[in-house]
């Protein structure tokens, strides 16, 4: 394995460049130099979009199997007393892709030096908090022709020590979608409201009503979230705000709560128009699949894991996170795991620090799940099925 203050310098240079989804330009110049440096003779390095695809050519290949590491930072300012800190004004990895990068840059050098028994093709992946890269990225070209029979990936946690892997069988990760609504009424003069149609008015409504959806439509014993993460109104303190926009996320385990959760958001967004005399516009933006891991692929993986004593295995719940990588785990088999990374801030946080020895962690697990290919008896049987 690369040297593990190597790896650090790598996520600290990351961390710097943190980039929106689909201008990860500068961050895949950095992979791309990094993966130039290393031995070439069962490399194969092409791009797509803004990020990268690496297939490393197996020894002895019956399977072609695949890693997957998300680019894109988020719009925070960081507020981490790191001397390595955000070089992007307003941008920050707030979700733990810079780590992720860097531990698929460790396997893929790793790999580079020595091959495993199968060809594995390790991606970096643009856009995953937004709109979504994973699905164009898997119906592109560049991916076709390296298509897998599995897929594998895993996910900070800041909430589980160094050492632990948190994972399941089934669904780990919910169906999410993403809520925009914009509000058009009548601009005014703070004196005259009668003459006006205050979308501060409509929106601040329109926001408490959402609440009522999860509390009370939702089946309690069902887990759904409606968050708004952003509202925009107004130019001045005595002006009446003819535009409202509301920007949030809706949650839900299960598809078909998802469907009642949108169908129920119309319904109040249409009694707001009434409610207000104004115009109400909905956009669903990117939709993500919820992630379902494999089972047997999963079991063999936590056996794997536990029994050559690699990390402290847990079996978590699911969580209300989404992930685009759930599409690719609908086409292909395969999971995505948490991995303890121990801060005292959790993900999406000004002040996240996840502990640089997840990066270790991480590596003595995959190095070795990949070397000894431990997912081949799992393929067997779903080939045999
Ligand atoms: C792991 C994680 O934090 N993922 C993001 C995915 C974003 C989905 C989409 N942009 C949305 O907000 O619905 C998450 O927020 O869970």
């Known amino acids: 394995m690369m040297d593990v203050q190597a790896l650090r310098t790598v996520r600290r240079a990351l961390h710097q460049i943190p980039e929106p989804g689909f201008q990860e330009h500068q961050t895949q110049a950095y992979i791309l130099d990094f993966l130039a440096k290393l031995p070439q003779d069962h490399l194969r390095i092409s791009t797509w979009e803004t990020g990268v695809i690496v297939r490393i050519q197996g020894t002895d290949a019956r399977f072609r199997v695949a890693y997957r590491a998300d680019m894109d930072g988020l719009p925070i300012t960081e507020e981490t007393d790191y001397p390595f800190s955000s070089q992007h004004p307003g941008m920050m990895h707030a979700c733990g892709h810079d780590v992720h990068m860097t531990i698929a840059l460790g396997l893929v050098a790793h790999f580079a030096a020595k091959p495993p028994l199968d060809d594995l093709v390790v991606l970096f992946q643009p856009a995953e908090e937004g709109p979504g890269g994973a699905l164009p990225m898997m119906q592109s070209e560049a991916f076709l022709q390296v298509k897998p029979d599995a897929m594998f990936a895993l996910h900070v946690q800041p909430e589980l020590p160094v050492g632990q892997i948190g994972i399941k069988p089934g669904i780990l990760f919910a169906n999410t979608s993403e809520l925009f609504i914009d509000l058009t009424g009548r601009g005014g003069h703070a004196a005259y409201p009668h003459r006006a149609n205050d979308m501060i008015v409509a929106g601040a409504h329109l926001i408490t009503a959402l609440q009522s959806i999860v509390s009370r439509n939702v089946d309690p014993l069902d887990a759904a979230v409606i968050t708004v993460g952003r509202l925009e109104a107004g130019s001045k303190q005595n002006i009446i705000a003819e535009k409202a926009r509301i920007e949030g996320t809706i949650r839900a385990l299960s598809a078909a709560t998802m469907t009642q959760m949108k169908s129920r958001i119309e319904a109040v967004v249409q009694g707001i128009e009434a409610m207000f005399a104004c115009q109400a516009t909905i956009d669903y933006g ?8 494999e089972a047997r692929l999963t079991e063999g993986f936590m056996s794997f894991v536990a029994d050559n004593r690699l990390a402290e295995v847990i079996r978590v719940d699911a969580a209300m996170t989404g992930e685009d990588f759930g599409y690719f785990l609908q086409a292909y088999p395969g ?15 000004a002040k996240l620090t996840p502990d640089e020895g997840c990066i270790e962690t991480a590596l003595n697990v995959l190095t070795a799940y990949f070397r000894k290919a431990a997912y081949r008896d799992a393929l067997v049987s779903m080939r045999s099925t």
């Not at 990117?286 to 891991?293: E, F, L, S």
């Not at 999971?335 to 946080?349: E, Q």
């Open 335 to 349: 999971f995505l795991f948490w991995l303890g990374a121990d801060s005292p801030y959790g993900l999406h946080h």
């Open 286 to 293: 990117a939709n993500y699949h919820q992630v379902w891991n």
